[in-house]
DNA sequence: AATGAATGAGAGTTCATTCAT
DNA sequence: AATGAATGAACTCTCATTCAT
């Protein structure tokens, strides 16, 4: 839960009692947090298109025009979505990733590591999908930061000889491969949009296929 | 062009002048299919988001109101989209892996004639990714259409011995992971949402992670 | 009255109880109509300002969304006010200038014409001035047609040896100065945006002014 | 320069590290001056629609609720914007009148000034003209200023024989027309809402209006 | 006296849907 | 069966004004 204590909370509403005295960029930026909360809830739990800026003043307790002080379109906060929380989600998974030695231990963990991080921030998964559509240029960045991180993780492994000699291309398209299996198996896996329970075979079949793929060995 | 004629034509308008002798019921297929028509194409081109009633029946040389002689609602053409045409891909893809003997073989044409599809008919590309949020019923029934019978397939590749020796739910997981990696490749390799140009290198990546894995053979 | 019955009749709303039959384009013009005359009647009374959609379709009892079926935008209608007002100005003044034979009558019954019109159409005073800030386009245009045919008017004079003998640079200063004198004093006449009373002194001032200028004639 | 310095500067923003040293009511002044001098360039540039609290506030560079501090409303300093440039335009022409001698120099000389004026300070133009839709009591307020002056000069004039002999009521109505003359010729040759290059030829054309009327002279 | 965030009414515009013709 | 005008709810965004700091 710490994880999400503070991007994902629903209990980030702007309290006008307020306990004590904040000065005025506290306040500030409370509210602007306030309505950038309520903005990743709603379009986590409704999809963007969903996400007026009424409701998510409302869901903020704030005033329709308060949201003009903080964002200059609707647009804008869409697009500061995915950026926010998939750093989050990046650090995330360094985080977890961090001592794994071997390539294929770094893979599950990252593998479980994204699972870990949706589920703790249901939130994420739709708002990662549905920027495709509505924040493409975030979307974009966002694919492309992962990708080349990635890339260069396997570029790294390859050269190590861990990885089988293949093409820069080559991996470029493995990297879209992995992102996408992740993606789908999140959404394969979800319930009601709201959690995602991913079972040790998945694991299994996902480390299967990365290390010997599907065909049958042939001395078994 | 055959595959496209059906659908993806540009041409099929309703012509108010027609050259006449039509029964009703032809004339009401030819209005119905026209709408259709000028929905997918809309949604194909623009997005969902911008295939707003108005447009599609002025693509359609039809009148507003024509629309709802048809179709009960603007969601209920959105269900329909990708059941049709989905139904026209599995056609097609299957049509293409006819023949082949081995897994290995029947992945390699199928994975093809997946691209092969969406190259001939680019919207389908879109239709199909948008609907998982504007189209959420049709999409889960599709999905659920593919990954079933692609299951069923490796299923009897592995009772076969061609594959290896998973559970049930493992294979369930690589389902999803196989289709994932086309979706995934097919939006890397397109170019201005109308070509899909794929090198033959992901083409190798995808098959040499279906037959060896990832790893480094020991042996190498 | 029977001037302003067409356009400026206060009564002119969209009756849905009409008395019989009518043409689907009869009915549709009259729609229109409804909302021009509306529209005329709230910029002639409160101003371009406050002639927002709301308040013109209220007047013109139909909801807000008909207007984008005979308008493109507010601007839109906005910029048809001035040219369709405008040209029945000239049409009366025309009407009225007929037959008189000097440059002086013409310019007499021209001037009393031009008061005529606007007493019969309060209206139009106010559309006409706010037009410069509100329809810039619509404005540049009018001005434009009167001025053009108002300095072709003063060049047949002055070749036909009624008028001075001025060059065509300063006729077209001095035909500023004569629409400028009419707006001016149908300014100063009215009376809360309603009545335009012309006193004969007016008259006497302007065609004055015309004839002799202003100076104490030397031998008198 | 020293006729715009006070009011048409583009420096007088408020500067918050001023070199000190002032008392408070000099302070407040240069604040209400700043504010002042911000919403007449505003207008005179983009309207009084355009000149928001907002806008008129970050151009002298003090906070939106400081306005409120000097001024009650918005429409509040635009009724003040035109007595007090009018007033500066009235002490300018006087000054430039200065020295004259016969109605037809005095003539000449105010109406060169009032066109020097509006080359100097290019907002007043603007500012006097949308006065009459955004600020109408002060439009009224300027304009009975200016015509009772202007009437009292016809008047004396008349009375010393320089002008023809006509009622009060007629010479009212011919300040009005000469009031309008300077107005529209200003707008005929204003160059983009910046420069009023007044053409020789139109001094000709007024100037032969006043003294010798429109008609050819009947020994010529 | 100066600040600037909060407010909420109101603006123009779009659009799925209805329904009389 | 086809039409297309009418509807009204919902949308994003602006702005004068207020007020606690």
Redesign the pocket.
């Known amino acids: 839960m710490t994880l999400a204590r503070h991007v994902a909370s629903g209990m980030a509403r ?1 309290n ?1 009692a307020g306990p004590a ?5 506290q ?2 930026e ?3 947090d306030a309505l950038f909360q309520a903005a990743a809830e709603m379009v986590g739990e409704h999809g963007y298109i ?8 409302q869901r903020a ?16 906060i869409f697009d500061e979505l995915l950026p926010v929380l998939g750093a989050k989600m990046l650090a995330h998974i360094r985080q977890q990733v961090r001592g794994a030695t071997s390539f294929e231990e770094k893979e599950e963990r990252s593998f479980r590591a994204f699972f870990g991080f949706i589920r703790r921030m249901p939130y994420f998964l739709r708002i990662l999908n549905e920027a495709e559509i509505f924040a493409p240029k975030a979307h974009r960045q966002h694919f492309h930061n992962i990708a080349t991180g990635y890339l260069g993780f396997l570029q790294k492994a390859r050269d190590r000889g861990e990885v089988a000699d293949l093409s820069d291309e080559a991996l470029g398209a493995l990297v879209y491969i992995l992102i996408a299996a992740r993606s789908y198996l999140a959404l394969r896996y979800a319930k009601d949009h709201d959690l995602v329970e991913l079972p040790e075979e998945a694991v299994t079949a996902y480390m299967h296929l990365l290390t010997r793929g599907l065909l049958k060995a042939p001395g078994s």
Do not use: C, H, M, W
């Open positions: 702007v006008p005295r904040k000065t005025r960029v306040r500030s409370e509210v602007r969903d996400a007026s800026i009424s409701r998510i003043t307790n704030l005033a329709q025009g308060t949201f003009y002080n903080y964002f200059a379109s609707r647009q804008d």
